[in-house]
């Protein structure tokens, strides 16, 4: 019995889409937080009134939405931040278990991030 591939768009183009799109929007909201807080600033200095809503919304919400959109691009791509000084010296195994180990230390620091924010 042959097996067929399911109808519609292979899942690694969906994730592709979803990057992207994450990507742009991440664009977005960083030239936005920048327009925002340059009008904020040049309204406290030229005016001596500031904007009172830009620290919340650009300070806050849209430093979040650039930080956890370009992620998954960042992560995909493999542009983090890395020590390899001590990695390239280890054995494809242990580096394997390290990088398990890593993960999830790391996913511990996002949860208690996600639940306090």
Partial sequence: ??????????MHTKLKFLEKSGSAIDG????????MVGADASARYVLGAP???VTESGG????????YLAAADTFRRGDHIRLELVTERMGPRLRAWFD????LLSAMVFAVLTYSA
């Fill in 1 to 10: 019995m042959a097996t067929t591939e399911p109808q519609g768009i292979p």
């Fill in 28 to 35: 977005f909201c960083l030239i936005a937080s920048m327009f």
């Fill in 51 to 53: 904007i009172p809503w």
């Fill in 60 to 67: 806050y919400y849209l430093m979040l939405a650039v930080s």
């Fill in 100 to 103: 398990i180990v890593l993960s």
